[in-house]
């Protein structure tokens, strides 16, 4: 075959490629499920991550590092805001005793510093401060624990206990990809 047709049949079959996964979208979507995988599989909660990330389309269409982040530190604030609702509600519940309503109002206001840290971190990402990034997606995690020693103090349930495990979790699963980002860019 003469180098000409040789280079034409080459550009040929990577049009009908093109074609072929501009038809064929699930191939795409298939990479893109190996890729979230992968992301997840970095994390000390991998079915957690996985969970987070299922509804979150930018992160099907483009799973990077900074999408899988933000989809993850999203996720984290809609159970965050999900937990204080909760805590809410139970607070004016009458079933509970005073004490206990009392520290479900001081997780509500600790669900709420972990809020603003969340704003903080990302923040921190919009100028690029990744020490700040990390020290509020870290105080996070003692935020969600605070409201445990509360209860654990005067030796109370918590009726919080699973919500601040699976929040303390989520964000430690933020916390696994930007440290992938850390071991990438030391090599």
């Not at 280079?7 to 074609?19: A, G, K, T």
């Not at 969970?51 to 990077?64: D, E, H, I, M, Q």
């Not at 520290?103 to 669900?111: A, G, M, N, S």
């Not at 401060?129 to 990390?134: A, K, L, P, Q, V």
Request: proline fraction near 3%.
């Amino acid at each position: 075959m003469p180098p000409a047709t040789s280079s034409s049949l080459h550009l040929l079959l990577l049009l009908l490629l093109f074609i072929l996964s501009v038809l064929h979208p699930s191939a795409s979507i298939n990479y893109a499920s190996h890729l979230i995988e992968f992301f997840c599989n970095h994390t000390d909660f991998s079915d957690l991550c996985l969970k987070s990330l299922k509804n979150s389309s930018a992160v099907l269409k483009s799973p990077t590092n900074s999408t899988v982040l933000a989809a993850l530190m999203k996720a984290v604030d809609v159970k965050t805001h999900d937990a204080r609702s909760f805590a809410q509600n139970l607070s004016a519940d009458p079933h509970f005793d005073a004490k206990t309503r009392e520290l479900l109002h001081d997780c509500i206001d600790v669900y709420d510093d972990a809020l603003d840290n969340l704003e903080a971190a990302k923040e921190a990402i919009r100028v690029g401060d990744i020490g700040t990034r990390d020290s509020m997606l870290s105080a996070m995690i003692s935020n969600f624990g605070t409201c445990e020693d509360g209860f654990a103090e005067f030796s109370i349930k918590s009726p919080l206990e699973d919500w601040s495990e699976t929040l303390q979790s989520m964000t430690d699963n933020c916390l696994a990809i930007i440290n992938m980002n850390r071991i990438h860019d030391d090599y």
